[in-house]
Protein backbone atom coordinates (compact mmCIF):
# COMPACT_ATOMS: atom_id res chain seq x y z
CA UNK A 1 0.00 0.00 0.00
CA UNK A 2 2.63 2.48 0.69
CA UNK A 3 4.96 1.99 -2.17
CA UNK A 4 1.76 2.31 -4.36
CA UNK A 5 1.12 5.68 -2.74
CA UNK A 6 4.99 6.98 -2.97
CA UNK A 7 4.93 5.36 -6.74
CA UNK A 8 2.03 7.37 -7.67
CA UNK A 9 3.30 10.61 -6.13
CA UNK A 10 6.65 9.80 -7.81
CA UNK A 11 5.28 9.70 -11.07
CA UNK A 12 3.45 12.58 -10.29
CA UNK A 13 6.13 14.76 -9.31
CA UNK A 14 8.15 13.46 -12.10
CA UNK A 15 5.35 14.35 -14.72
CA UNK A 16 5.21 17.93 -13.16
CA UNK A 17 9.10 18.52 -13.02
CA UNK A 18 9.89 17.35 -16.38
CA UNK A 19 6.58 18.82 -18.43
CA UNK A 20 5.25 21.72 -16.66
CA UNK A 21 7.92 23.27 -14.67
CA UNK A 22 9.59 25.04 -17.18
CA UNK A 23 6.86 27.08 -17.91
CA UNK A 24 7.22 28.46 -14.79
CA UNK A 25 10.81 29.02 -14.37
CA UNK A 26 11.88 32.46 -13.11
CA UNK A 27 15.20 34.11 -14.39
CA UNK A 28 15.70 30.63 -16.35
CA UNK A 29 15.79 28.52 -12.93
CA UNK A 30 12.96 26.08 -12.22
CA UNK A 31 11.53 25.12 -8.95
CA UNK A 32 13.00 21.77 -7.82
CA UNK A 33 10.00 19.73 -6.91
CA UNK A 34 11.90 16.86 -5.88
CA UNK A 35 13.84 18.51 -3.28
CA UNK A 36 10.97 19.94 -1.66
CA UNK A 37 9.51 16.28 -1.25
CA UNK A 38 12.95 14.87 0.20
CA UNK A 39 12.76 17.78 2.61
CA UNK A 40 9.20 17.02 3.28
CA UNK A 41 9.95 13.35 3.94
CA UNK A 42 12.92 14.34 6.01
CA UNK A 43 11.17 16.42 8.40
CA UNK A 44 7.78 14.25 8.24
CA UNK A 45 8.38 10.85 8.12
CA UNK A 46 8.76 8.58 10.81
CA UNK A 47 12.64 7.43 11.49
CA UNK A 48 15.25 7.29 8.71
CA UNK A 49 11.98 6.76 6.25
CA UNK A 50 13.26 10.31 4.65
CA UNK A 51 16.51 9.29 4.41
CA UNK A 52 15.39 6.56 2.15
CA UNK A 53 12.74 8.33 -0.05
CA UNK A 54 15.18 11.04 -0.57
CA UNK A 55 17.85 7.97 -1.89
CA UNK A 56 15.05 7.10 -3.90
CA UNK A 57 13.79 10.45 -5.38
CA UNK A 58 17.88 11.69 -6.29
CA UNK A 59 18.34 8.50 -7.97
CA UNK A 60 15.63 8.45 -10.05
CA UNK A 61 15.73 12.46 -10.90
CA UNK A 62 20.11 11.39 -11.85
CA UNK A 63 18.19 8.24 -13.87
CA UNK A 64 15.82 10.58 -15.85
CA UNK A 65 18.24 13.79 -15.81
CA UNK A 66 21.06 12.04 -18.59
CA UNK A 67 23.81 13.58 -16.52
CA UNK A 68 25.98 12.21 -14.23
CA UNK A 69 25.08 9.60 -12.31
CA UNK A 70 25.19 10.35 -8.45
CA UNK A 71 24.85 13.65 -8.12
CA UNK A 72 21.12 13.88 -7.34
CA UNK A 73 21.27 10.94 -5.49
CA UNK A 74 24.22 12.13 -2.51
CA UNK A 75 22.78 15.62 -2.47
CA UNK A 76 18.78 14.14 -2.08
CA UNK A 77 20.16 11.46 0.38
CA UNK A 78 22.13 14.08 2.41
CA UNK A 79 18.97 16.39 2.46
CA UNK A 80 17.10 13.50 3.44
CA UNK A 81 19.39 12.48 6.61
CA UNK A 82 19.94 15.79 7.62
CA UNK A 83 16.22 16.71 8.01
CA UNK A 84 15.50 13.54 9.22
CA UNK A 85 18.36 13.39 12.28
CA UNK A 86 17.14 17.32 13.32
CA UNK A 87 13.55 16.95 12.63
CA UNK A 88 13.20 16.58 16.22
CA UNK A 89 15.14 19.71 16.93
CA UNK A 90 13.64 22.08 14.45
CA UNK A 91 10.26 23.61 14.61
CA UNK A 92 9.12 22.75 10.95
CA UNK A 93 5.55 25.23 11.35
CA UNK A 94 4.71 27.99 9.60
CA UNK A 95 5.81 29.78 6.81
CA UNK A 96 9.16 31.09 7.78
CA UNK A 97 10.78 27.72 9.29
CA UNK A 98 10.15 25.62 6.25
CA UNK A 99 11.50 28.63 4.30
CA UNK A 100 15.18 28.80 5.91
CA UNK A 101 14.93 25.03 6.12
CA UNK A 102 14.50 25.04 2.07
CA UNK A 103 16.63 27.21 1.67
CA UNK A 104 19.74 25.70 3.23
CA UNK A 105 18.49 22.82 1.34
CA UNK A 106 18.64 24.36 -2.07
CA UNK A 107 21.98 25.85 -1.48
CA UNK A 108 23.36 22.69 -0.10
CA UNK A 109 21.56 21.42 -3.44
CA UNK A 110 23.02 24.06 -5.43
CA UNK A 111 26.89 23.39 -4.18
CA UNK A 112 27.25 19.60 -4.33
CA UNK A 113 26.00 19.97 -8.02
CA UNK A 114 28.75 23.01 -8.85
CA UNK A 115 31.23 20.99 -6.82
CA UNK A 116 31.10 17.66 -8.60
CA UNK A 117 30.70 19.06 -12.08
CA UNK A 118 33.76 21.59 -11.13
CA UNK A 119 36.21 19.10 -9.51
CA UNK A 120 35.34 15.75 -10.98
CA UNK A 121 34.15 16.52 -14.78
CA UNK A 122 36.10 19.96 -14.98
CA UNK A 123 32.83 21.38 -16.50
CA UNK A 124 33.42 24.96 -17.15
CA UNK A 125 30.67 26.26 -14.73
CA UNK A 126 31.63 29.98 -14.08
CA UNK A 127 31.82 31.14 -10.14
CA UNK A 128 29.33 32.95 -10.43
CA UNK A 129 26.71 30.24 -10.38
CA UNK A 130 27.28 30.43 -6.83
CA UNK A 131 25.18 34.00 -6.94
CA UNK A 132 22.51 34.76 -9.08
CA UNK A 133 21.52 31.37 -10.58
CA UNK A 134 21.92 29.91 -6.82
CA UNK A 135 20.06 32.91 -5.27
CA UNK A 136 17.37 32.24 -7.45
CA UNK A 137 17.25 28.65 -7.33
CA UNK A 138 16.92 28.46 -3.71
CA UNK A 139 14.77 31.63 -2.79
CA UNK A 140 12.44 29.80 -5.41
CA UNK A 141 12.11 27.01 -3.23
CA UNK A 142 11.92 28.63 -0.58
CA UNK A 143 9.16 30.78 -1.46
CA UNK A 144 7.28 28.54 -3.26
CA UNK A 145 8.13 25.35 -1.05
CA UNK A 146 5.90 26.05 2.07
CA UNK A 147 2.68 26.39 -0.17
CA UNK A 148 3.29 22.96 -1.66
CA UNK A 149 4.18 21.48 1.86
CA UNK A 150 0.54 22.81 2.65
CA UNK A 151 -0.71 21.16 -0.06
CA UNK A 152 1.23 17.32 0.51
CA UNK A 153 0.08 17.90 4.19
CA UNK A 154 -3.36 18.35 2.64
CA UNK A 155 -2.69 14.90 0.42
CA UNK A 156 -1.66 13.29 3.40
CA UNK A 157 -4.71 13.84 6.24
CA UNK A 158 -6.62 12.97 3.28
CA UNK A 159 -4.46 9.43 2.61
CA UNK A 160 -4.68 9.24 6.52
CA UNK A 161 -8.51 9.43 6.56
CA UNK A 162 -8.74 6.98 3.27
CA UNK A 163 -6.29 4.20 4.14
CA UNK A 164 -5.42 4.43 8.29
CA UNK A 165 -2.71 1.85 7.70
CA UNK A 166 -0.79 4.86 6.90
CA UNK A 167 -0.54 5.75 10.31
CA UNK A 168 2.22 4.30 11.49
CA UNK A 169 4.54 5.79 8.49
CA UNK A 170 3.88 9.51 9.71
CA UNK A 171 4.53 11.51 12.82
Do not use: H
Not at 12 to 36: E, N, R
Not at 95 to 111: C, H, M, R
Not at 123 to 133: D, G, Q, R, V
Request: with cysteine; glycine share 10%; aromatic share 16%.
Amino acid sequence: MVIGIFTVVFILLFSLQTSLMSYFSVGGVTLDLALILAVYCGVLLKGDRGIWVGFAIGLVQDCLSGSLLGVNTLSKSVIGFTFSTLKDKLMVVGFVPISVILLAASFFDGLVYYLTMTALLKAPIPFSFLFKPLLIYAMYNALVGPILFFFMNWGKQWALRKFPLLEGYTQ
